[in-house]
């Protein structure tokens, strides 16, 4: 199963960290090398000592590294796309709604997602396939679900009322994964939206189809 790790910045897990699930025959070693951290760093943050034992389900901090300095960039030539869409890595909207929170700061605080309004009882559908890398509550989130896709890609549907996929559930893009509110809710029920690419969270409409499916 692929891994993945949660930074959600309207949660608790924002800040200097990641936090990742550790999978079935994980070691640590692996899981540094995976998000270029290094294992002393790892199991110091973790408290872990050798032979650093981890076991299944477990939650492992893992510290950021520095960013590196960007590269100058001329101004005769445009600079680099973060990211080209091709047919593999386009992902569909997971519902139809307007967009009420976009990515980045706002509100004095960053986001690495997006927010979408939806309606009660309203579908949420996998932006594209892949595996169910995590299923269950988060702090401030509610039901949340995460889907790892090709090309290290993973997507992140939060506030959910209903989930309806397990971990390790193969999906299909536009598959019903869940589903939106609650009765007796006084506000229009909302999706948290976020995608990461390489571990870092990236502006979902980067990666979305343009029109809603």
């Known amino acids: 199963m692929s891994a993945h790790t949660h930074d959600l910045t309207d949660s608790p897990f924002g800040g200097n960290t990641n936090y990742h699930v550790v999978n079935k025959d994980e070691t640590v070693s692996g899981i540094a090398q995976r998000y270029g951290a290094k294992v002393e760093d790892l199991a110091v943050a973790n408290k872990l000592t050798e032979p650093y034992s981890i076991k299944e389900g477990s939650r492992l901090i893992v510290p950021k590294q520095a960013p590196e300095k960007a590269m100058p960039v001329s101004r005769?030539?445009?600079?680099?796309?973060?990211?080209?869409?091709?047919?593999?890595?386009?992902?569909?909207?997971?519902?139809?709604?307007?967009?009420?929170?976009?990515?980045?700061?706002?509100?004095?605080?960053?986001?690495?997602?997006?927010?979408?309004?939806?309606?009660e009882g309203g579908n949420v559908k996998a932006a594209g396939s892949g595996k169910v890398g995590h299923v269950g509550d988060i702090p401030g989130l509610g039901k949340v679900v995460l889907i790892d896709h090709s090309d290290r890609l993973v997507s992140v549907y939060a506030q959910l009322n209903e989930t309806l996929v397990s971990v390790g559930d193969s999906v299909t893009r536009s598959q019903i994964i869940g589903s939106l509110g609650g009765a007796g809710q006084k506000v229009k029920p909302t999706l948290y939206f976020e995608v990461r690419s390489h571990a870092k969270a990236t502006n979902p409409v980067k990666f979305l189809k343009t029109k809603h499916q």
């Open 76 to 119: 005769d030539e445009p600079p680099p796309l973060e990211h080209e869409n091709s047919p593999d890595s386009e992902l569909s909207w997971p519902i139809a709604g307007n967009v009420i929170k976009e990515f980045g700061n706002g509100d004095e605080v960053h986001r690495n997602g997006i927010t979408i309004e939806g309606h």
